[in-house]
C-alpha cells in the first residue's frame, strides 16, 4: 500500500521559514515523480512543486525563488524549504506521488501564516 506521511507545518510569521518532510513507503520511491500540492480554506488545491527522479524541479511561479524541493532516495523522503512565507502560502500541504491532482496523497500538514 502507497502511504505518504507530511510533517513539518506549523505557524510561521511573514517572512518566516518552514521545512516540510514527506516519508514514502509502498512503492519504488526513486522512480517516482514527487509534488507538493496545497489547498487553502474554501479554495481548490493548487500545485505548488514537483521533483522528477533526476532531481528536475518546478515551481509555481508565485514561489519561485522562496521554496525550494528537494529529495533523499535513500531516506525516502522529499522535502519543502519555504522561506519568505507569505499570508498566500497558509494552508494544508500535501505530498502527492505522481499526478498532482489524481495521485495518492498524504493526511497534509497544516501551514498558518498570519496576515
Known amino acids: 500500500e502507497v502511504q505518504l506521511v507530511e510533517s513539518g507545518g506549523g505557524l510561521a510569521q511573514p517572512g518566516g521559514s518552514l521545512k516540510l518532510s514527506c516519508v514514502g513507503s509502498?512503492?519504488?520511491?526513486?522512480?517516482?515523480?514527487l509534488n507538493w500540492v496545497r489547498q487553502a480554506p474554501g479554495k481548490e488545491p493548487e500545485w505548488v512543486s514537483g521533483i522528477n527522479i533526476d532531481e528536475s524541479t518546478l515551481y509555481r511561479h508565485s514561489v519561485k525563488g522562496r521554496f525550494t524541493i528537494s529529495r533523499d532516495n535513500t531516506k525516502r523522503t522529499v522535502y519543502l524549504q519555504m522561506n519568505n512565507l507569505e499570508s498566500a502560502d497558509a494552508g494544508v500541504y500535501y505530498c502527492?506521488?505522481?499526478?498532482?491532482?489524481?495521485?495518492?496523497r498524504g493526511q497534509g500538514t497544516q501551514v498558518t501564516v498570519p496576515s
Open positions: 502527492v506521488k505522481g499526478v498532482w491532482n489524481t495521485g495518492v
Open positions: 509502498g512503492f519504488t520511491f526513486r522512480t517516482a515523480y
